[in-house]
T-cell receptor, first 113, second 117 residues
Framework: GESVGLHLPTLSVQEGDNSIINCAYSNSASDYFIWYKQESGKGPQFIIDIRSNMDKRQGQRVTVLLNKTVKHLSLQIAATQPGDSAVYFCAENIAGGYQKVTFGTGTKLQVIP | ETGVTQTPRHLVMGMTNKKSLKCEQHLGHNAMYWYKQSAKKPLELMFVYSLEERVENNSVPSRFSPECPNSSHLFLHLHTLQPEDSALYLC????????????????FGPGTRLTVL
């Protein structure tokens, strides 16, 4: 079956350091991956996405890396700030047909001032 | 307002009550979704609507009844719920239900925190 999971449930990072959040997926048919950020009391917010024909994509202070060989996805946040504290979800979109997004359980990022 | 809005933000109800959750999207999207988010569990997809037609029902109990009167509004009618139904209910929308090359990001509302007593 398909599944998306996160290696670490909680990650504590010093303010100013870089953060790396990891995600594993198991469905080879996934063609599109998304990272969401969910702050307390809010719904998930889109951060960045990457298509399966790419290995890396950069945004503002965030970079997503995709390793299809080992079915691994990571989100890197540069110069982590207190406002980055949230739960981060990876999600995979299965190719072929209507959009079906599978979410992982989430990793909580705690930024230490 | 912009984006996806949900009302109410918080709801407490008894098991015999009937209530409704409302979602509205201002993005011109054609697909809308209901998700359930419980503690320490992945987001669970409940229903998918595309152009006001229900296209997916993920084995959701009949005590949850969705309604999509138009492409901008989505409701979730609740009746005779159980305490285990307490959760954050999230609404989302996307441009379309089809992957269209894989760029069909879902945009979420803030959710309704539901407590069933």
């Amino acid at each position: 079956g398909e599944s998306v999971g996160l290696h670490l449930p909680t990650l504590s990072v010093q303010e100013g350091d870089n953060s790396i959040i990891n995600c594993a997926y198991s469905n080879s048919a996934s063609d599109y991956f998304i990272w969401y950020k969910q702050e307390s009391g809010k719904g998930p917010q889109f951060i960045i996405d990457i298509r399966s024909n790419m290995d890396k994509r950069q945004g503002q202070r965030v970079t997503v890396l995709l390793n299809k060989t080992v079915k691994h996805l990571s989100l890197q946040i540069a110069a982590t700030q207190p406002g980055d504290s949230a739960v981060y979800f990876c999600a995979e979109n299965i190719a072929g047909g209507y959009q079906k997004v599978t979410f992982g359980t989430g990793t909580k990022l705690q930024v230490i001032p | 307002e912009t984006g996806v809005t949900q009302t109410p933000r918080h709801l407490v109800m008894g098991m015999t009550n009937k209530k409704s959750l409302k979602c509205e999207q201002h993005l011109g999207h054609n697909a809308m979704y209901w998700y359930k988010q419980s503690a320490k569990k992945p987001l669970e997809l409940m229903f998918v609507y595309s152009l006001e037609e229900r296209v997916e029902n993920n084995s959701v109990p009949s005590r949850f009844s969705p309604e999509c009167p138009n492409s901008s509004h989505l409701f979730l009618h609740l009746h005779t719920l159980q305490p285990e139904d307490s959760a954050l209910y999230l609404c989302a929308s996307s441009q379309d239900r089809w992957t269209s090359g894989g760029a069909n990001t879902q945009y979420f509302g803030p959710g309704t925190r539901l407590t069933v007593l």
